[in-house]
């Protein structure tokens, strides 16, 4: 369970300006009580920055009357971005309330060598792992190179950004009204028949194929454009 901690309630008023400080020194920082809690929770291989924005006055309020404050996460709290995190009295009252901070998450994952532009199709020499903010774009970095190499790229990708799936066009094993060979492999043989793809499917995705004799069946789309159904 994680340690608590208990940091003087003066401490919030530090993150309100010097207006709401002259009259408060803290011996103790809420914001590194703060730092501590989202810096023990973040997962294992990142590296977290966070940023402070001046807290809610109704918040700076609420807790006036406490003497000591405890930092906690909200149920379901993303520590991701622009989110909140909670401070509870846990000396003197029993309110609490939620200050804004920017979490910005860093880690290794596979970045642009150079500016990519839309239509590149993505070398060895375009990509490296390095380490990059996680939190600035949407969508889920890469974490190894030869999920890129091959892709064309959809959206411009800085040099060093972050390469995400959601900037990479989608490849298609197979496209819905494709000529496609149908595969039936088991044990010791394979059989193979002609076929139409019913939908589009990505290398490893189930798809729906009609063979010429007009049965449908549903197998796994493979390089090539075609479809393998495992016989059992």
């Not at 109704?58 to 909200?74: H, I, N, S, Y």
Request: charged fraction near 20%.
């Amino acid at each position: 369970m994680p340690r608590r901690i208990l940091i003087p309630v003066a401490a919030l008023a530090l993150l309100a300006g010097p207006a709401a400080a002259a009259d408060a020194p803290a011996p103790g920082s809420l914001e590194d009580a703060v730092r501590l809690t989202l810096e023990r929770e973040a997962a294992a291989g990142t590296r977290i920055a966070i940023e402070f924005p001046p807290p809610p006055a109704a918040a700076v309020a609420a807790l006036a009357g406490c003497r000591r404050v405890e930092p906690f996460l909200p149920a379901g709290a993303r520590l991701w971005g622009r989110t909140a995190i909670g401070v509870r009295c846990a000396e003197g009252g029993h309110a609490s309330a939620f200050l804004p901070v920017v979490i910005k998450v860093h880690a290794q994952a596979v970045a642009a060598a150079r500016t990519l532009p839309p239509g590149t199709v993505i070398g060895p020499e375009d990509v490296a792992l390095a380490e990059v903010e996680l939190t600035n774009g949407p969508g889920s970095a890469l974490a190894d190179p030869q999920q890129a190499i091959g892709h064309t790229v959809a959206r411009a990708i800085p040099a060093g950004a972050a390469v995400r799936r959601e900037s990479l066009r989608v490849l298609h094993a197979v496209s819905a009204g494709d000529s496609v060979r149908v595969v039936y492999a088991g044990p010791g043989f394979s059989v193979s028949a002609d076929g139409k793809a019913l939908a589009a499917a990505q290398e490893g995705q189930a798809v729906r194929v009609q063979t010429e004799s007009g049965r449908v069946l549903t197998g796994v789309a493979r390089p090539g454009r075609v479809v393998e159904i495992q016989a059992f």
